[in-house]
C-alpha cells in the first residue's frame, strides 16, 4: 500500500520559514517524481515545486521562485519543501504527490498518482 505522509506545516508570522517533509512508502521511491502541491481557500491548486526521480531537476512556481527549495533523500524516501521569506499568500494546505513521468506535465495534478492527506501552513501578518 502506497503511502505519503506530509508533516512540518503550522503557523508562522510572515518573513519567517517552514520546512514540510513528505514520507513515501510502498513504492519504488527513486522512480517517481515528486510534487507540492497547495490548495487556499476560493483558489485552485497550485503546483509550487517539483523534483525529479535523481532530484537533480526542480521546477518552481513562479510565486515560490527563490523562496522555495525542493530536495529529496532515496535513501530516506523523502522530500523536503523548504519554505523561507514566507508571505500571508502562502497560506494553504500543502500535499505532496507521486508522479512516475518527469516532464512538462509536472505542473498538472492529473498526472500523479498519488498523494499525501495534506499538512496546512498558516502565515500571519
Known amino acids: 500500500q502506497v503511502q505519503l505522509v506530509e508533516s512540518g506545516g503550522g503557523l508562522v508570522q510572515a518573513g519567517g520559514s517552514l520546512r514540510l517533509s513528505c514520507a513515501a512508502s510502498?513504492?519504488?521511491?527513486?522512480?517517481?517524481?515528486v510534487g507540492w502541491f497547495r490548495r487556499a481557500p476560493g483558489k485552485e491548486r497550485e503546483c509550487v515545486a517539483a523534483i525529479n526521480f535523481r532530484g537533480d531537476n526542480a521546477y518552481y512556481g513562479d510565486s515560490v521562485k527563490g523562496r522555495f527549495t525542493i530536495s529529496r533523500d532515496n535513501v530516506e524516501n523523502t522530500v523536503y519543501l523548504q519554505m523561507n521569506s514566507l508571505k500571508p499568500e502562502d497560506t494553504a494546505v500543502y500535499y505532496c504527490?507521486?508522479?512516475?513521468?518527469w516532464g512538462p506535465g509536472v505542473v498538472d495534478a492529473a498526472e500523479y498518482s498519488y498523494w499525501g492527506q495534506g499538512t496546512p501552513v498558516t502565515v500571519s501578518f
Open positions: 510502498g513504492l519504488t521511491f527513486s522512480r517517481y517524481a
Open positions: 504527490a507521486a508522479n512516475v513521468n
